[in-house]
């Protein structure tokens, strides 16, 4: 029986008068949330071998792993509150290498992990390189990137609770965006490339990629982000350039997967993560850009993937964009540092960093020398 995850949730009594010799979930995260009616409906399913295949078990946070392992194996960790207790506060939050290996020698003889960097299971993919691409803030990112620090961070410093949670987020939003450009911050349809070092630097590494006519996947977290990248692309290089992001139809989205993939004078495509993170074959790209980081090792190669997969015949160049001499490269600095735990999972920055006191927050915010 070949059927869907709403399907099964529709009809589910239909299903439970069953019992399967086998059920594999494919796009397992699918079931990463314990608590919606979609995971409960799967996991009610009966059956006497159970396997879930999937790319990124763990997207956000480590208690979608305990999702996925209590459908395989009800009841290895316990409660969803014992497996955070045990093993998701102390992996993500304090960084315990001991709950880490304990965690993996728990799961470890259950796990079948293929890597497209393995020849023995791939011989013929191609190489995969990753290129740290710094560019500088210009005078008006920095301008405006010390006045919203110094602005917000006055009230974070005299809040509490979940009110400064969510102040740490709106910094770390505006940041990002102010990284990316003026106008991405300030909601102006600005199309001025040299206003942001990142957006210079992509024309730049543009210019190249066209020149050699190949193919280039543009990533952003940010649909206001990309639909500015498609005007300034557009009008610097008179290109043909596609946008996919969650408002696509599904027609639509067909229509351009095939026209980047069959036509000579398509040869960008933007893509906002969520949107184009599965699901996609774009293996006519040979060049990968992420325009703003996601800090989530997994995620950031599940995106990467729509162009390094079966069926890709040149290496792929993938350049991951940096602004210097603020949180961007510091953050980037402390994942890379703790590469074990980030392949794993590292939980989104939004969430961690929100725990941090006024004096790390500043200190990890304020903008260092060049």
């Known amino acids: 029986v070949l059927t869907s995850y709403g399907l099964?949730?529709?009809?589910?009594?239909?299903?439970?008068?069953?019992?399967?010799?086998?059920?594999v979930i494919d796009e397992a995260q699918n079931i990463k949330n314990p608590d919606t009616n979609q995971a409960k409906a799967i996991k009610q399913l009966k059956s006497g071998i159970r396997i879930a295949m999937t790319g990124t078990p763990v997207e956000n946070r480590l208690s979608e792993y305990w999702s996925i392992l209590d459908f395989l194996n009800k009841g290895i960790f316990g409660s969803v509150n014992h497996f955070n207790e045990n093993f998701a506060v102390p992996?993500?939050?304090?960084?315990?290498?001991?709950?880490?290996?304990?965690?993996?020698?728990?799961?470890?003889?259950?796990i079948l992990r293929r890597l497209k960097t393995d020849k023995s299971i791939i011989r013929d993919l191609p190489d995969k390189i990753e290129i740290n691409e710094y560019c500088e803030l210009t005078r008006e990112q920095t301008a405006l990137y010390q006045s919203t620090l110094d602005r917000i961070m006055d009230l974070i410093e005299s809040s509490e609770g979940i009110e400064r949670r969510g102040l740490?987020?709106?910094?770390?939003?505006?940041?990002?965006?102010?990284?990316?450009?003026?106008?991405?911050?300030?909601?102006?349809?600005?199309?001025?490339?040299?206003?942001?070092?990142?957006?210079?630097?992509l024309m730049q590494l543009l210019e190249t990629i066209f020149e050699n006519n190949e193919k280039v996947?543009?990533?952003?977290?940010?649909?206001?982000?990309?639909e500015l990248l498609a005007g300034m692309i557009s009008e610097r290089f008179k290109e043909n350039i596609l946008f996919?992001?969650?408002?696509?139809?599904?027609?639509k989205r067909a229509e351009m997967v095939d026209n980047f993939q069959n036509r000579h004078d398509t040869r960008?495509?933007?893509?906002?993560?969520?949107?184009?993170?599965?699901?996609?074959?774009?293996?006519?790209?040979?060049?990968?850009t992420h325009f703003d980081l996601w800090w989530n090792p997994a995620v950031e190669a599940q995106a990467t993937d729509r162009a390094y997969r079966i069926g890709q015949t040149k290496n792929v160049m993938v350049y991951r964009f940096i602004t210097k001499a603020t949180f961007e490269e510091k953050?980037?600095?402390?994942?890379?540092s703790k590469k074990e735990l980030a392949n794993l999972t590292v939980m989104e920055g939004e969430k961690w960093i929100g725990e941090w006191s006024n004096k790390e927050l500043r200190e990890i915010f304020k903008l260092g020398k060049l």
């Open 268 to 288: 960008a495509m933007i893509l906002s993560l969520k949107a184009g993170g599965v699901g996609l074959n774009l293996t006519a790209a040979s060049k990968v």
């Open 244 to 251: 996919l992001h969650g408002g696509i139809t599904r027609k």
């Open 217 to 226: 996947l543009i990533f952003t977290q940010y649909t206001e982000m990309g």
């Open 331 to 336: 953050i980037n600095s402390m994942i890379q």
């Open 91 to 110: 992996i993500e939050r304090d960084r315990n290498h001991s709950s880490l290996e304990r965690f993996r020698n728990m799961t470890g003889p259950f």
């Open 168 to 201: 740490v987020l709106k910094l770390i939003t505006s940041l990002k965006q102010i990284c990316n450009h003026p106008a991405h911050y300030l909601k102006k349809n600005d199309l001025t490339t040299d206003l942001s070092g990142k957006t210079t630097l």
């Open 8 to 23: 099964i949730r529709r009809d589910l009594e239909k299903f439970m008068d069953f019992e399967f010799s086998a059920i």
